[in-house]
DNA sequence: TGATCGTTTGTAATCGATTACAGAAAACGA
DNA sequence: TCGTTTTCTGTAATCGATTACAAACGATCA
């Protein structure tokens, strides 16, 4: 009340109490008696204490943080997944530390850890380097991580993601129902699980509809981006055969792609159907708009905070390595249509 | 050496000096002779020391993190400039705290200092209540607060922009250049400095170069969104008499608008050209790909994250409360042609 | 030579919480 | 009533750095 912000020892005068009464009465409330505890809340509220997080956290060895690693910053489909977690965060006050993943080399992901500035950590890009992930796996800190989105298979972190099988599958079930039979994809970054998985959708539904699987009809993007969809289209442009209809393994290819084409007198839905994957904000008002595989960015988000919060207080059987499927659900829209 | 992670005293050991020698040494260098220091250094290498923050920041009273306050997080306008924001970070070794403004209320925005979560906030959001900024004006910390994007006309905070004037400048002269003289614009957001800027913009450049200015071809779009712009769309269908060029306060809704306006059978160039703001990501692959006003994202994220971190280490006259307005520039498409 | 000054170093206090340990008080059982 | 256990509280050590203060040292100059 003095000019200087109050400190535990304050309060524990006001009180009339020890300073580690306040501070179990505060952390620990059920270790002090009922009229201590008012005794002390009412001197927190008359002082108006705020616990000093850096002296607590050294104490602790801890940060009440959580880290979360992004591919890329600039990327938008990330911000929505980023929104999912802090709305977890705010609510037990945990802050929210995002990187870059380009930023980080050799051993520095572990630093975070050892430098305590993050209790953990939520991984958002499977193309983290194999030998800094053996190296977090092998240290104390080796649970304290957890993927969203993207994973890696040959790991055993818990992780959050999408049905990407699933969703491919539907995508093509889709096109099917509208009588295409010769259907064709677009796949993202080669090593990408994402784009495996989306891959091995698109082949096993097609197998279990009976269709030919035309290895011409598969084109190799190579990223997810629109670049990758207008180069895709100039490979499209050039066959000399062609599908009636195409599953993208992302929006933004499946943009690039109709943009391109469009431009060379091709028509969608007329000519082709093209559908894409993610459903990012923009693809319902793409013209023509998008039929698309929704995920669910927001849940992921939430799923990945809950469990990770959940597994630093030590809530969860410590055996398990979960990894949770979040459903995707098919949007139509106009850029598909009866052949 | 012996499992745990040394702390100062073991390097002190090592060195053969005092802790406060090797304090010095590494936060001082100048303070200590070259010979220690490099025994110190040598030490640090040897034992594979890291100075831990929470003592550190214990004792300094900061937190080696700034504090990114967006509108939404899940509006993919942001990313980029937190990448911006990012990439001076990591370079200095701050942490990127980020976080919705929808979680702040009341007095909680102070806390964040109060409690020595960040030492520094960058605030891309306008629309932060009065009386919270009042506040955080008159506390010790008010020269901790740059803008960035947006900015609240009546505080002097400094703050980083681009140049909206001249954007909604540069897009009317760009329309006039073709031929256009019936213009208009759909606005956003009501209270919002963009908004305001942007509006003043086109309407100083008509006035200069002699356009009639017919408010009924000014939309109140209320918001930047996508359905912004498609309810624009609607109001537009409506008009008995038509403009032949539209300017947009952004990108969203430029793209909401010629969407609902083709749905409607208007074609774009060619009855209308529209010109948006921003240049999203997708601009280019809209079809028609989008005539746009380019924002240096990045580069508002790099000045406000430098300007920030200049001010923190006192590097700056204590005086100012700069505005730093960053160049836009037109990027002509397909969205706009000759009448 | 001794006074003076600047440079370099060490000692120990400090930042503000948490918690191990021990002691006091209350509750309980016989 | 007197142990014994349980519940509650206080003392003081601890987390690991930074830095005020003082001392030691060497250089400089009259």
């Known amino acids: ?21 306040v501070s179990r009465a505060l952390s620990n ?30 104490r602790k060895r801890q940060s009440d943080a959580i880290l979360a690693l992004l591919p890329d910053l600039g990327n938008p489909f990330f911000s929505q997944i980023l929104s999912g977690i802090e709305s977890v965060f705010t609510t037990s006050d945990l802050s929210l530390l995002v990187s870059d993943t380009k930023g980080i080399r050799e051993d520095n ?25 053996t190296q977090m796996q092998n240290s104390a800190f080796g649970n304290r991580i957890i993927f969203a989105c993207e994973w ?81 289209a100039r490979s499209f442009m050039e066959m000399t055969e062609r599908p009636t209809a195409i599953t993208c393994g992302s ?34 008002s793409f013209i023509p708009s998008l039929t698309t595989i929704r995920q669910n960015r927001t849940q992921i988000g939430v799923l990945a905070a809950s469990y990770l919060l959940d597994q630093l207080a030590n809530r969860l059987p410590p055996q398990t390595t979960p ?9 139509p829209r106009q850029s598909t249509a009866p052949l």
């Not at 201590?36 to 002296?55: F, I, M, Q, S």
């Not at 060379?264 to 923009?282: A, M, N, Q, T, W």
């Not at 990894?323 to 949007?331: F, T």
């Open 1 to 21: 009340m003095d000019g200087k912000s109050p400190k535990i020892q304050d309060v524990a005068t006001v009180a009339g109490v020890s300073t580690a009464t």
């Open 29 to 58: 409330p059920d270790l002090v008696s009922e009229k201590t505890r008012e005794l002390v809340l009412d001197a927190v509220k008359r002082t108006g204490y705020r616990v000093n997080r850096a002296a607590k956290n050294l």
């Open 109 to 133: 992901l572990l630093d975070y850890f050892m430098d305590m500035r993050a209790d953990g950590m939520i991984i958002l890009d499977g193309a983290i380097p194999r030998d800094v992930l």
């Open 152 to 232: 890696k298979p040959e790991f055993e972190f818990p992780s959050v993601r999408s049905d990407n099988f699933g969703g491919a599958v539907q995508a093509v079930e889709h096109l099917h129902s509208l009588g295409h039979r010769k259907i064709g994809h677009i796949s993202g970054p080669r090593n990408n699980v994402l784009t495996k998985e989306r891959l091995r959708g698109v082949e096993s539904a097609m197998e279990q509809l009976d269709l030919t699987i035309n290895r011409d009809f598969f084109i190799d993007g190579g990223a997810f981006s629109l670049d990758a969809g207008a180069q895709a």
């Open 251 to 284: 929006d933004l290819i499946a943009m690039g792609f109709i943009s391109e084409i469009s431009r060379r007198g091709l028509k969608v839905p007329d000519d082709i159907s093209v559908i894409g994957f993610d459903d990012i904000e923009i693809a319902g």
């Open 323 to 331: 990894v949770q499927q979040v459903d995707v659900k098919l949007i």
